[in-house]
């Protein structure tokens, strides 16, 4: 088998209903999506995270011309021989997002040629489905004409009704802010529903302990991001000074990156994002890395139904340690927001019922692209 092409799709699409988290206000959403194509007909798609243009010109004018003609199911080959020509110049960010939508893609396609579902190449037993949480409870925009209260309350009940038995709000807008935004969506879950929240690395150590302990009382499954992803001695602090597991990782890529954090249990969940991190092989590593220390790997997964999919037989597959008769439920992220990427630019996106994603049974990713929906929304 031979690659005979390599297609970038950038895409964008203005939101709605504009929202903020703690770092800026979303206003639109891009992403994009790769294409590998074979000689023999098979196609394998992927997806880079992050500001779409650059990361196509890293897949098309760096990447691209080097893979034309080899063979897309030596994944483990093909990795390091990417990864050894761009280590020089970004061991994160672009150039490993650019690699890591080129491993997903190369993953789909060894995957479909095997017949199996990824989860199932990857060495898994066949599963029906995972338990997912909604990420949401994101504030609007001040002149949206709705209170973060009242959409929140909204929300809650649209989680509630969708059977989700977790979900996660962002925090990081000032303590007292968040405090009371805490208590608002405590109290519109009710008891039952598991919450976690993410400040986006908004606070410096002493600030994150005082909002951690402020919210103990509301059960919270995890602190995601507390403090800057530059700053492990401030994740140990907050680790220190807190009941509450602390979960991070999203911004960070590769084994040799996350190898520190995890030996020292810097946090409790382990977050990469397969579009970011080196795709569907590092995250295996990194998820290997992870059990060996007894942390847990749960995907940050914020893209289209492509990374979404890759996120889910990721974690479908993932080492877990330890193991027990009776396991304590963990959960995948299932982002909530309004994101055409998700849900239109797949024949069929990954079927969800009752806070769960049902495995899909196709070969590769088990998502397939609708051309015409990539090209509206082609950047
Ligand atoms: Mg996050």
Known sequence: MRISAVRAHPAGAPLRRPFAFSQWLF??????????????????WGEAYGPAKPNAAAVMEFFAPKILGRDPRDTEDLWQFLFARSLDYGQ????????????????????????????????????????CYATGFYPPREDDGETAEARFEAEAAQYRAMGFRAAKMKVGFG??????????????LGEEIRLMIDANHAYDPITAVALARRVEQHDIGWFEEPVSPLDME???EVKRGTTIPIAGGECEATRFAFEPWLRRRAFDYAQPDLCACGGISEGMKIATLASAHSVHVTPH???????????????????????????????????????????????????????????????????????????????
Not at 335 to 344: A, G, K, L, Q, W
Request: aromatic share 8%.
């Open 27 to 44: 206003t639109h959403r891009e992403t994009l999506i790769v294409e590998v194509e074979t000689a023999e007909g098979i196609t394998g």
């Open 92 to 131: 994160k960010g672009t150039m490993l997002a650019a690699l890591s939508a080129l491993d997903i893609a190369f993953w789909d396609i060894r995957a479909k040629d095997a017949g199996r579902p990824l989860y199932r190449a990857l060495g898994a037993a066949r599963q029906r489905s995972v338990r």
């Open 234 to 236: 401030g994740y140990l």
């Open 301 to 379: 997964a914020w893209g289209s139904a492509i990374g979404q999919a890759a996120a889910l037989q990721f974690y479908a597959a993932r080492p877990r340690h330890p193991g027990s008769l009776t396991p304590e439920e963990k959960w995948i992220e299932c982002d909530s927001t309004e994101n055409p990427f998700r849900t239109e630019i797949v024949a069929e996106p990954v079927r969800f019922e009752a806070g769960e994603w049902l495995l899909p049974e196709a070969p590769g990713l088990g998502v397939e692209i609708d051309r015409d929906a990539l090209k509206r929304f082609a950047l």
């Open 175 to 188: 303590l007292e802010r968040d405090v009371h935004l805490v208590e608002t969506v405590r109290r519109a």
